[in-house]
T-cell receptor, first 111, second 114 residues
Framework: DAGVTQSPTHLIKTRGQQVTLRCSPI?????VSWYQQVLGQGPQFIFQ???????GRGNFPDRFSARQFPNYSSELNVNALLLGDSALYLC??????????FGPGTRLLVL | GNSVTQMEGPVTLSEEAFLTINCTYT??????LFWYVQYPGEGLQLLLK?????DKGSNKGFEATYRKETTSFHLEKGSVQVSDSAVYFC?????????????FGKGTKLSVKP
């Protein structure tokens, strides 16, 4: 079975631009969560979506938004990029037992 | 609040040495506990988990026991290999309505020398 997939793998943007990151969960998983991992730190929770509804939100500004589609794939959008948004963005899908399985991540660099 | 504290790294060991990475947590309620591993340039892989007190998670020679009395979930391996070199993250999940919210420690980098 395919694992969690994310695209693109790498991205370079400039300050003030907008970015969209994409995630496809493991087949049969209905929940997707997004995390931000700054270099040298543990991942920080951004959003969780389940059955297309937002189930949880971490301590991130309104510049961050997300949505989930009927096929359970998800997009994370970040507007008005700041240098501090440079990070690895991880998507995870949840099994019925709530264990989260992570994708390889999208590495975003903001210049 | 809810949090996870891991021992500071980096940890450098010789091949076949014994490994312990300490992890303690603070949580309201009864969390599930996890160890994830991150190899260079990759995402996180689930290593093992435990969902209730006294449970032992194990995988690939790694073990961790959920100790409610000491709020700990220390990772151990009897004989490390060079291929175990990675960053290890301890995490908790309160489950239920907040099942998406994994809370991670800062990670411990392990380097194993031949």
């Amino acid at each position: 079975d395919a694992g969690v997939t994310q695209s693109p793998t790498h991205l370079i943007k400039t300050r003030g631009q907008q970015v969209t990151l994409r995630c496809s969960p493991i087949s049969g998983h209905k929940s997707v969560s997004w995390y931000q991992q700054v270099l040298g730190q543990g991942p920080q929770f951004i959003f969780q979506y389940y059955e297309k509804e937002e189930r949880g939100r971490g301590n991130f500004p309104d510049r961050f938004s997300a949505r989930q589609f009927p096929n359970y794939s998800s997009e994370l959008n970040v507007n008005a990029l700041l240098l501090g948004d440079s990070a690895l963005y991880l998507c995870a899908s949840s099994s019925p037992t709530e264990t989260q399985y992570f994708g390889p991540g999208t590495r975003l660099l903001v210049l | 609040g809810n949090s996870v504290t891991q021992m500071e790294g980096p940890v450098t060991l010789s091949e076949e040495a014994f490994l312990t990475i300490n992890c303690t947590y603070t949580a309201t309620g009864y969390p599930s506990l996890f160890w994830y591993v991150q190899y260079p340039g990759e995402g996180l892989q689930l290593l093992l988990k435990a969902t209730k007190a006294d449970d032992k998670g194990s995988n690939k020679g790694f073990e961790a026991t959920y100790r409610k009395e000491t709020t700990s979930f220390h990772l151990e391996k009897g004989s490390v290999q060079v291929s175990d070199s990675a960053v290890y993250f301890c995490a908790l999940n309160l489950g239920g309505g907040s099942q998406g919210n994994l809370i991670f420690g800062k990670g411990t980098k392990l380097s194993v020398k031949p």
